[in-house]
């Protein structure tokens, strides 16, 4: 099956929502901690007052990315709209080549892109999962932990996680927070499907940490050296046993399938808003297929984590992604009702049209911190 979404009618309005949601827990990783999330939330409506809804889920730091909240308002704002504002096309995609004029900026696309997707779901009256190729009824899933104050309190939060059955256990590394809190994890709940994220913290002259990592049986390795590197992870990937998963440095199909075929990295971390959006992660889901692929996240609101999860529900993820319950980020999410995840550790995709949940939009009033709106025609 192609996915080549067509809208039936011309976006009419387009809004941008950036909003600040405090997290449950602070989120620490080798590149700083975020005790809040920030996202541009994407708006926009038909003539027929049909509604899409997606996000731009950026960091206020130009940690993980070097996009933040500002430069992807800018992008949005001063480069994306007067585009759209030219734009006659209907076929998403093509919307989308229409972007590549401005390099990079993927976040910023493909919150755009999402809001048009989900709008083009309304307009079908079809679930947005239709869109995605979505073919399960649940997805399984795990959670991404951060780094924590000690290495038993590290324990005791992958106890809860476990309890509350999530399927995979993810934690962040850093120099000199690795070996110690791998072989506590171990220690404690045997041999569970367990996965670090380095998120750029080491170089290849620390192959020998790689090494004894080996003995601890990873599911993978993420990320371990520099943010924009794929052809070190090669040379160490080629000294190591346990598989390397890429993340920051995958901006595309194209470098997807280049680190893989090329032995860089046997296994791609897809966030669909670092690839510049769901149609390009659906390319890359295709192409790799299943077993090389699974579905990252960004802390993402409700609304960012549903599309997610229709895009995981498509065949090729076999592999526990990050998408976890609401409860896991935040106290009070702006969907309704909020996403569980069960005692097996899958979250169930929801079954109504577009989202399936509803989009709680006075709450996205609370904790809005500025908008603006666009007429395109
Ligand atoms: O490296 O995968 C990452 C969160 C923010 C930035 C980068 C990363 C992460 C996560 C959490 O690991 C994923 C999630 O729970 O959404
Ligand atoms: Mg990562």
């Not at 399938?257 to 669909?272: F, M, T």
Request: glycine share 8%.
């Amino acid at each position: 099956m192609r996915c080549v979404p067509e809208l039936k009618a011309k976006p009419y309005k387009i809004d941008f929502i950036e909003i600040e949601m405090p997290f449950v827990h602070p989120f620490r990783t080798s590149f700083g901690e975020q005790l809040d999330k920030q996202a541009i939330l994407v708006r926009i409506e038909d003539e027929d007052g049909n509604i899409g809804w997606g996000e731009t889920s950026v960091d206020d730091a130009p940690g993980y990315s070097y996009e933040t909240i500002v430069t992807a308002w800018h992008i949005q704002n001063d480069f994306l709209i007067p585009i759209l504002k030219d734009n006659n096309d209907l076929s998403i995609s093509r919307i989308m080549k229409k972007f590549a004029p401005v390099r990079g900026h993927e976040f910023a696309k493909a919150g755009i892109e999402s809001a048009l997707l989900s709008l083009k779901a309304e307009q079908d009256k079809v679930s947005l999962g239709e869109i995605y190729g979505a073919t399960k009824t649940e997805i399984p899933t795990g959670v991404s932990i951060g780094i924590q104050r000690s290495v038993d309190y590290l324990v005791k939060r992958v106890g809860e996680f476990l309890d509350k059955g999530y399927q995979r256990i993810k934690i962040k590394i850093d120099r000199g927070w690795e070996l110690e809190p791998i072989e506590a994890i171990r220690k404690e709940y045997g041999d569970i499907d367990l996965m670090v994220d380095a998120n750029s913290a080491f170089t290849v002259d620390d192959v020998d940490i790689f090494r004894k990592m080996d003995k601890y049986n990873l599911t993978m390795i993420e990320q371990p050296l520099a943010y924009n590197d794929i052809l070190e992870h090669k040379k160490l990937q080629e000294q190591i046993s346990t598989p390397i998963c890429l993340d920051e440095p995958i901006h595309s199909p194209r470098d997807a399938i280049l680190a893989v075929e090329y032995g860089c990295g046997q296994i791609i971390n897809v966030k669909p808003a670092r690839v510049g959006g769901y149609l390009n992660a659906i390319e890359i889901a295709k192409t790799l297929g299943e077993g090389k692929v699974w579905c990252g996240g960004m802390l993402e609101t409700g609304i960012g984590r549903l599309h997610n999860v229709f895009y995981q529900a498509r065949s090729e993820f076999t592999i526990p992604g990050d998408t976890s319950g609401s409860d896991r980020y935040y106290e009070k999410d702006i969907i309704f009702p909020a996403v569980e995840v069960n005692e097996r550790g899958y979250i169930e995709v929801p079954k109504g049209k577009n989202l399936g949940f509803e989009v709680a939009e006075e709450r996205i009033e609370e904790i809005a911190i500025r908008k603006i709106s666009h007429k395109l025609f």
